[in-house]
């Protein structure tokens, strides 16, 4: 497509969208489209370490919540500027307890309507279910055809919206629920040009203990992974909703160089970069 994209994405957790996906909304915010990050819930009562612990030993300075709430979205706001997105916007939903519910729904919509991406990135909604991650995607599919319609749609634009679907491949934890749900991707986006820029961004998540080696640990064992057999040193991986439409079969042009690269190059490449980016002060 020519000219500039409109690029959502729809997340459970305000930490979420840098961490499974900072990478790609840097390349697009790089290459000048508009990048918008909804976030539905807070995530003070699960995300917020920090304060977590000191509730459950009874300490005296706990932060009110209200206080919580703005520092989580301060620091949110302050990873994704490294990354060059500065629309973001906090629905601040209880994440004690997520649902799908009408109002969860109708606020995505809404988000939807007025933004009327081209693409739209969610978590899968077969992560780990029965967990947050699954039903604010469940929500926000269920929002896609809502904003469609004329309550929600007050400035029609001629088409219909997002054109595609792509599905954030889970980070997960080692459960059951996870070994039976899909951690490969169909499409993966090299961000090694950018990995310093999300491990960055990730240093500005201090209420999950993300600063110092946790981010680069992370950006390793999970971006390293999912493009070590390409000869990606790291990518992040997403998965289609709808098919891809050609009038022939594509030739992928990374996939016809790589075929023809030596495996001594292949391999040249695959080298840990992460460990080198300096811890970014509070």
């Given amino acids: 497509m020519e000219g500039n994209l409109k690029v959502m994405v729809i997340v459970c957790h305000p930490a979420d969208a840098i961490d499974h ?9 790089e ?3 508009a990048v918008t990050v909804v976030v539905c819930t807070h995530g003070v009562d699960s995300h917020d370490y920090r304060r977590r612990e000191s509730l459950n030993r009874g300490g ?8 919580a709430i703005r520092d989580k979205e301060a620091e949110v706001v302050k990873g994704l500027k490294v990354l060059g997105v500065a629309d973001v916007r906090f629905l601040r939903f209880s994440d004690e307890y997520v649902n799908v519910t009408s109002e969860l729904v109708e606020a995505i919509a809404a988000q939807l309507a007025e933004v009327q991406p081209h ?23 269920k929002a896609i055809s809502l904003a469609n319609m004329p309550r929600f749609l007050t400035r029609p634009s001629g088409r219909s919206f997002p054109a ?7 980070n ?8 039976e749900g899909i951690r490969h991707g169909n499409v ?8 310093e820029r999300k491990v960055a961004a990730m240093d500005c998540l201090d209420s999950q ?5 946790l981010a680069r640990k992370c950006v390793e064992i999970t971006n390293g992974r999912m493009g070590l057999h390409w000869s990606i040193p790291y990518a992040e991986a997403f998965q289609t909703l709808h098919p891809e439409v050609y009038s022939d079969l594509p030739a992928n042009e990374y996939l016809m160089q790589y075929a023809g690269t030596p495996s001594s190059q292949k391999l040249k490449r695959l080298r840990i970069m992460v460990h080198e980016v300096p811890v970014r002060e509070p």
Avoid at 21 to 29: D, E, K, P, S, Y
Avoid at 164 to 170: A, D, I, L, R, S
Avoid at 172 to 179: A, I, R
């Fill in 60 to 67: 005296a300075a706990v932060t009110d919540k209200e206080t």
């Fill in 188 to 195: 993966l986006i090299d961000i090694t040009s950018v990995v």
């Fill in 164 to 170: 595609q679907v792509f599905f954030m491949t889970m």
């Fill in 119 to 141: 693409l739209l990135l969610l978590h899968n909604p077969s992560e780990e279910l029965g967990f947050a991650h699954t039903d604010s995607a469940v929500a926000a599919l």
């Fill in 31 to 33: 290459r000048g489209d």
């Fill in 172 to 179: 997960g934890h080692t459960n059951q629920l996870v070994s």
């Fill in 209 to 213: 203990y993300y600063r110092g080696d």
């Fill in 21 to 29: 996906a900072g990478g790609t909304l840097c390349l697009h915010a």
